[in-house]
């Protein structure tokens, strides 16, 4: 290299090192507006976009559940409360993860060749449509001016129960800052077990992450920010299903199984969880032998490990909650279960457990 090549790329290198810090992507997080400020090339132009996506959690909920028998099943009802002081209207309120996948009775086969008779086929459609619509209404019922779906994800063996505002220039945007929405109502035949509520807040821009370049930073970006763009509040759901025939003994290993993950979701302590378990280890061989005393007083004392936490649970009452109590939000960043830390056992938790003991004990002594 001469002297003029030399002082030529020493001159050029600044310029290059400025553009090269201004043309880099990047996604910085505003807290006072709740907004990410996202930069970079668009995968179409080249050119560098600058736009702002709006978090879509700047709400408040909180959620009242409440279960009774209602023939061979049970009901399934949800007051949804957004505090006062919450930014946005709650636009999505969607009870997810539910581990079951719901069979359509007499769903009719598509047997018509949609090449050699389309006709046909396509009344099959409708008519296999129509049936999975009077199932899904059966199931979940929605306020006024809301609409309620049934979500099957057969791949991963999960059902969700999803309500979103209506369609009409009428219906309601959802459930806006200090204000109140009932009429969530879910009918099944399966036991009490705690879920979570996935809940949104209504923004300007919701998608806006849709043209976002498809490279590793802008994936983990985007995880990121999707991680955080949503509430989780802890509901009664149903979760858990009575065997059929039934078996006490069946049905408690299934309570057992479900109560497993109540630490992970920060629903009970690892001490509290092995306490449960021992009783569970007596309660299960003694079903399974009818010994009726020795059943009664292993879930008397899980009934008690519930009321130690919570005195002012009645048994005959844990599927009705009182006016003072409402699920809130769990924590989802390290800094807010820091602030929050979980209890050792959640009151919502310790209601399923008791209405799914009182359940198991009224089997026993019915003897059926």
Request: with cysteine.
């Amino acid at each position: 290299m001469n002297i003029t090549q030399f002082i030529r790329s020493a001159l050029l290198m600044p310029l290059l090192c400025i553009g090269w810090a201004h043309a880099q992507d990047s996604a910085t997080f505003d807290a006072s507006k709740n907004a990410w400020q996202l930069y970079y090339p668009d995968p179409e132009t080249s050119q560098w976009v600058s736009k702002t996506y709006i978090q879509q959690n700047a709400i408040k909920p909180g959620i009242k559940s409440f279960v009774q028998a209602s023939g061979s099943g049970f009901n399934y009802r949800y007051r949804l409360n957004n505090q006062r002081d919450a930014k946005q209207t709650i636009d999505l309120f969607r009870i997810w993860g539910i581990p079951l996948v719901y069979t359509i009775p007499n769903l009719p086969p598509i047997t018509a060749n949609p090449k050699t008779d389309p006709e046909a086929e396509d009344k099959q459609q409708w008519a296999q449509l129509k049936i999975k619509r009077n199932f899904e209404t059966s199931v979940i019922k929605a306020p006024k001016g809301w609409s309620g779906n049934l979500r099957v994800d057969e791949n991963v063996g999960q059902t969700s129960f999803v309500w979103t505002p209506g369609l009409k220039d009428t219906d309601p945007d959802g459930v806006p800052p200090g204000r109140t929405q009932e009429g969530f109502v879910v009918t099944r035949a399966e036991l009490p077990g705690m879920a979570r509520a996935k809940l949104t807040g209504s923004t300007p821009e919701p998608w806006g992450l849709d043209n976002l370049p498809d490279t590793p930073y802008w994936n983990q970006k985007i995880d990121e920010i999707q991680d955080l763009d949503y509430v989780l509040v802890p509901v009664l759901a149903p979760v858990i299903p009575v065997p059929t025939p039934y078996s006490g003994a069946e049905l408690a290993r299934r309570l057992k199984n479900h109560v497993q993950s109540w630490p992970k979701y920060g629903h009970a302590s690892a001490d509290v969880l092995a306490r449960l378990n021992r009783q569970f280890d007596v309660l299960i061989p003694a079903l399974e032998m009818n010994n009726q005393s020795i059943a009664r007083a292993a879930a008397a004392a899980m009934r008690k490990e519930c009321t130690d936490h919570h005195r002012d649970l009645v048994d005959a009452q844990v599927g009705e909650d009182d006016g003072a109590q409402a699920s809130v939000p769990l924590p989802r960043t390290p800094a807010q279960r820091s602030a929050t830390p979980a209890p050792a056992l959640d009151r919502l938790a310790a209601r399923a457990l008791m209405f799914d003991l009182r359940y198991l004990m009224d089997r026993l002594d019915s003897g059926h």
